[in-house]
Nanobody, 128 residues
Framework: QVQLVDSGGGSVQAGGSLRLSCVGH????????MGWFRQAPGKEREGVAS???????AYAVSVKGRFTISRDNAKNTLYLEMNSLKPEDTGAYYC??????????????????????WGQGTQVTVSS
């Protein structure tokens, strides 16, 4: 059974840092595109960052240069290092697994239809 367990959220002041983690169970982790999404109150969920099975990352413009996505295939774990946090980064963050066969270009697009398993979400709150 496929399961994603994300953690690491919290409350920080603007300019602070957090590191999110997501452990995958029940599938060949190293073979899949993985991504981080977030949803702010009253807004649609958006793709923040994604990483191909080969480890090539891609970022939304709003977080590029501040966030770093990485993966440790030996630990079946996905990370999101978030620095220089801003109040607009507040929201629930979800890790997600790409569908089987999602290629690099589709992984970079971070379209939700390309992802079929989701973590339970971890809350990030950034105060000004």
């Amino acid at each position: 059974q496929v399961q994603l367990v994300d953690s690491g959220g919290g409350s920080v002041q603007a300019g602070g840092s957090l590191r999110l983690s997501c452990v995958g169970h029940g599938f060949m982790y190293e073979s899949y595109c993985m991504g981080w999404f977030r949803q702010a109150p009253g807004k649609e969920r958006e793709g923040v960052a994604s990483i191909t099975s080969y480890g090539t990352p891609a970022y939304a413009v709003s977080v590029k240069g501040r966030f770093t996505i990485s993966r440790d295939n030996a630990k079946n774990t996905l990370y999101l290092e978030m620095n220089s946090l801003k109040p607009e980064d507040t929201g629930a963050y979800y890790c997600a697994r790409g569908r089987w066969g999602v290629d690099a270009s589709a992984c970079y697009e971070r379209s939700e239809v390309r992802f079929n398993y989701w973590g339970q979400g971890t809350q990030v709150t950034v105060s000004s």
